[in-house]
């Protein structure tokens, strides 16, 4: 009789925790957009200290106090090990949800340089990011990408567990694994594009009247090499035809 009140009350228990369980998938699923964003999965195993290991390279050689972010930082199993190891730096994560933050709240008690910011990672400002890390899905890794790609300064590392980030300067690219099964961490920098700008097209930039002078200098240019068009280069039609010529040249 006393078997059986256990056997129940157990049973009780452990239907509850499910029904507990259940609902909070639910939730966890609606609150990731239905599948656009990751849900909460904990980095483990080697791709995991793959990923501190990459991080802890870039605070080694800082001259600087740091601030490192985790995008989606669960209950911070890649910061909290970074914050205890590296005091002198700063950790933040952002996460939008509850339960994972709140894990992470309480694992975090008495470190001083880790807070962590209930919040969507796409809405939030990058500028003063030294290190960036992130564990989110492929879809999410092209939106995010672009975010960052205008929201980081030069000197910003990104590093990504798993999935591609969009829009990013890769740096290189790590082999790892997760349960044995071969996965990639992904190191990316600010997009230089601007840098690699020619004179040309950063006076472009600066002056649109300009600009036009220097396409139809161009243009000429182009026109006189071909030999195909004569000195008649002022009209816009001419232009054109021009622009045909040296198009039809380069293809050849
Ligand atoms: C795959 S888990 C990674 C957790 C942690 N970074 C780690 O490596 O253990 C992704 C986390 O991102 C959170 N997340 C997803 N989209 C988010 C968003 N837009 N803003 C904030 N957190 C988000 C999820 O709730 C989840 O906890």
Redesign the pocket.
Known sequence: MCCNGIIVILALVIGFAAIIYLMYQTYSYIK?GCGQ???????YGKIKEDMIEEARAVLKKAKHKMKVT?L???SG??LLPLAKEFPEHEFIG????IV?LTMGKIKAAGLKNISFIK????KQDYHDMDLIMC??LKVTGEPLGKILATNIKESCVVIS?MFPLGHLEEIKQIDSSIYGVPEKIFVYKKPQTDKKASPKDKAEKKSPVKSKTLKTKTVTKTKASSKTVSSKVASSKTAKATVKGGKNVKKK
Do not use: Q, T
């Open positions: 990731c964003y990751g849900p909460f999965v904990s980095s985790d989606g930082c669960g199993a890649l952002y996460e939008w949800d994972p919040g969507d990672y796409m564990y989110v567990e």
